[in-house]
């Protein structure tokens, strides 16, 4: 019974996606530049939802990288400032003795630790209080994003709480007091020490040995050994060996083109994370990049990809749904614009798919890494 309600679920789901894209309103054919930046400014001025309250960095990082990829970072000149203070007044300091090297990265919120009084994290540490892998890598991208110069990061520290993440089969958990262990958090290492410039945060091949045995027999990554590719877990996988340049030495050039036709498979108007499942608007990103990264991005139809993503707009306050005719939502709304800007639709700033921040913020990464070496050399 219950498989009989999810059918009829998603074959209406279908159904009304094929109504929504054959609709040729003003409204599904133009970008709502405007109201989205409106929208991405109102996620940034409120407080989220309780059960969202842990990770106010990521949300941040949406709002803000949308306003990025809009081309309207200008419209929070005057907060950027507070906003860049705020994110280091997150971050999990050492303490004197090096005791609490292994909590050290970013929070996704001040509930713990000494968000208002950094100056006390230097000599004392509080239990439980710990990063959290997903924060840290939104926490970075985001300064990034602001044109921060990452001077304060405790790079040595961040690199060290990232490591004591990572589990004996290659995989990292989220939290150093335990979590789930997937692709996800394998990314969010991978980025981290991209991002830094550093790779002591982590045992590469181990992590690609994870990775590779994720590997399902659909020809994609699913999130574990033996789990069911998906679009989400496929991006990670591949931005991950793109990152640690791995990809041609892990995979086959067999495994590769098996991983472009799964790929490719999943554009329906837009793009589904599994066979048989409806198309979402963050697929268009998270399989477009995996596309992009690999080189084929231009085999798909572009039209139906934008035509489906446009749809999914909300024409009165702006930003995107999940699917047609739903509420919008930050993350959404972020990856929609992302998935747009992957296929280059105007006024939309280009994106760097691997490490999902505009390609302008990943220049300043480059030179930022200049600047680092040129300090090393010297």
């Known amino acids: 019974m219950a498989l009989r309600s999810q059918e009829r679920s998603e074959q209406y789901g279908l159904s009304k996606q094929k109504a929504a894209l054959s609709t040729h309103s003003k409204h599904r054919d133009e970008l709502f530049h405007k109201k ?5 400014k109102r996620v940034l001025q409120v407080l989220p939802s309780q059960q969202l309250d ?8 949406f709002a803000i990288s949308g306003l990025d990829l809009l081309d309207s970072l200008n419209d929070i000149e005057s907060d950027r400032e507070r906003i860049i203070e705020w994110i ?3 971050q999990v300091q050492p303490n004197e003795s090096g005791s609490n090297l292994n909590q050290c990265g970013f929070r996704g919120c001040p509930m ?7 100056e006390q994290a230097k000599f004392q540490s509080i239990p439980y209080d710990s990063s959290n892998i997903a924060m840290t890598y939104t926490a970075l991208a985001t300064l990034l994003i602001l044109g921060d110069d990452l001077s304060r990061v405790h790079k040595k520290a961040v690199l060290q709480g990232v490591k004591s ?4 089969n290659g995989s990292f958990v989220s939290v150093l007091e335990g979590s789930e262990y997937d692709m ?9 020490c991209y991002m830094l410039n550093d ?30 590719a998906h679009g989400g877990s496929t991006f990670c996988a591949v931005g991950s060996l793109i990152l640690m340049d791995r990809l041609h030495v892990a995979l086959s050039e067999s495994q590769l083109s098996a991983l472009r036709r799964w790929l490719l498979h999943r554009q329906d108007a837009g793009f589904t994370g599994r066979p048989n499942k409806t198309a979402d608007t963050c697929y268009s990103f998270w399989v477009g990049a995996a596309l992009e990264m690999l080189g084929v991005l231009d085999l798909t139809h572009v039209t139906f990809n934008r035509s489906f993503v446009l ?4 024409p009165i306050v702006g930003g995107f749904s999940k699917y047609p005719d739903h509420p919008p939502d930050p993350l959404h709304s972020y990856l929609g614009l992302a998935g747009l800007s992957l296929i280059g639709e105007p006024n939309i700033n280009p994106i760097y798919p691997a490490l999902n921040i505009s390609q302008r913020a990943y220049d300043h990464l480059m030179n930022l890494h200049r600047q680092w070496e040129d300090e090393r050399s010297h």
């Open 36 to 40: 989205h930046a409106v929208f991405f």
């Open 54 to 61: 842990t990770h106010r960095v990521s949300l941040a990082y």
């Open 88 to 90: 280091y007044s997150l």
């Open 112 to 118: 713990l630790g000494h968000a208002y009084d950094t």
């Open 165 to 168: 993440l990572q589990q004996p």
């Open 184 to 192: 996800r958090f394998v990314y969010c290492a991978s980025c981290i």
């Open 199 to 228: 790779w002591s945060g982590m045992d590469v091949d181990k992590a690609v040995s994870y990775i590779v045995q994720s590997l399902s027999y659909e020809g994609a990554f699913g999130q574990r050994p033996y789990n069911e």
């Open 311 to 314: 749809s999914a707009q909300e």
